[in-house]
């Protein structure tokens, strides 16, 4: 009993170095591009395009094209032939064959003709106009500035008309307005990053830990 | 047959597409879910196609010992080990020692410590944006301040700060957003009107 729960912890110890040091050389990163790095960068593509390989042999194409074809949906045999002549690609002859599949898949964007309309567009128009949306005590006024703001910043990508005049200066509005939102969105990118960061060095404090607590109690 | 077919199965699955959304019958519904499905399966060996070109490459680089060939060895030998440890539980499962290991151990590891890798770029980045030392740059970075420290105490300060933080969030932030959201639901619904009437062909590539 004693020497299994042993072996699981070395084993468990050998695993967590080896994420440990695959850590520290993605880390090793921020001196300047070494083969250390360029070891952990290669073998992160290589596994994880295994993982999505099985994930999607699995997760998709087992219950949607195998399954259904064994309970007998024979239809489903049309996206296994379109999928298949994808592969025509790697024909210098047969490779406009693959254009076929292409274009069904593009074509069924098509759905979002209406549903970018509806969620996109008609929801949020709705939802701005509603002034009582606002933030605070303030809430109508906050509320017609985010109409401003929505329209300016609509305006600011508009560029069939110069920017010039009025109609340029409630451009130069709406970039003040887009660059507000794009701060809050990098502080928010920052704050995810570092917590990432702090919770790579926690890892690695935990890593220590159990090395001590292995090779010392 | 080359270009032609293509664009009419475009536009017919697109029409389809459109025309199922406003009407509520239960055989378009049916329809409408099944292309949804063959869509997903189409997409899936268009990703089969990527890790076969993916393999190819890294086979190519390792045969002609092209520079820095050493590395695609490693790419190889992590996928395949991956992809065999995958399909070893049997059919359907995911459940092997191995493939779960690599990923909790090896994957997730160096996936997580190369997206905090970008703090410190990005922090290098919001400098640069500093020195620039236009009302543009300083409003973005005031901004994205106010966000990064409105959960830090810092007396006082803790609450002016935190009602200004909300107010971002709330009124400019919500304005910008709102405005790029419209603004790409209808470059959005464009590019579908360009796709679908055969007047954007790019995905056709060249003869």
């Keep these: 009993m004693h020497e299994t729960i042993q072996d699981s912890a070395t084993v468990t110890l050998l695993w967590t170095t080896l994420g440990a040091l695959l850590t520290v050389a993605t880390f090793s990163f921020l001196y300047r591009d070494n083969p250390i790095y360029k070891v952990a960068e290669h073998l992160v593509v290589g596994v994880g395009a295994g993982y999505f390989l099985v994930l999607l042999v699995y997760t998709t194409l087992k219950p949607k094209l195998f399954d259904a074809l064994a309970e007998g949906h024979l239809w489903y045999i049309i996206p296994g032939v379109l999928g298949v002549l994808m592969w025509l690609r790697f024909s210098r002859k047969l490779s406009w064959i693959s254009r076929y599949s292409i274009a069904f898949y593009i074509g069924t964007s098509g759905v979002s003709i209406p549903l970018y309309m509806y969620n996109n567009v008609n929801r949020q128009v709705s939802s701005t106009l509603d002034l009582g949306m606002g933030f605070g005590s303030l809430t109508e006024v906050w509320g017609i500035l985010i109409v401003l703001g929505t329209l300016a910043g609509l305006v600011y990508f508009f560029f069939s008309k110069a920017h010039k005049g009025a109609f340029g200066g409630f451009a130069k509005f709406g970039i003040l307005v887009l660059m507000i939102g794009f701060g809050a969105s990098f502080g928010y990118t920052v704050m995810a990053r570092i917590s990432l960061f702090v919770q790579r060095i926690a890892e690695l404090e935990d890593w220590g830990a159990m090395l001590i607590a292995y090779f010392f109690s | ?207």
């Design chain 2, 1 to 207: 047959m080359k270009r032609r077919v293509p664009l009419i199965i475009v536009f017919c699955v697109s029409l389809f597409m459109v025309i199922q959304y406003f009407v509520p019958l239960d055989s378009l519904e049916r329809v409408y879910r099944s292309f949804l499905d063959y869509t997903i399966i189409i997409g899936v060996f268009a990703l089969l196609l990527g890790i076969w070109s993916l393999c190819r490459v890294n086979y190519d680089k390792i045969k002609r010992k092209s520079e820095n060939w050493q590395y695609a060895i490693i790419t190889l030998t992590g996928f395949f080990i991956m992809t065999i440890a995958g399909f070893l539980s049997g059919w359907g499962r995911t459940d092997n020692y191995l493939y779960q290991h690599l990923f909790s151990y090896v994957l997730v590891p160096i996936q997580a410590t190369m997206f905090s890798l970008l703090a410190f770029f990005i922090a290098s980045a919001a400098f640069r944006a500093f020195r620039a030392r236009s009302l543009l740059a300083t409003l973005l970075l005031i901004s994205g301040l106010v966000i990064m420290i409105r959960f830090v105490p810092l007396g006082f300060l803790s609450e002016p700060i935190s009602d200004l933080a909300g107010w971002i969030l709330r009124v400019p932030n919500m304005a910008a957003k709102r405005a790029i959201i419209i603004g790409v639901g209808l470059g959005a619904v464009a590019t579908a009107f360009k796709i679908m009437l055969g007047i954007e062909r790019a995905y056709l590539g060249r003869d």
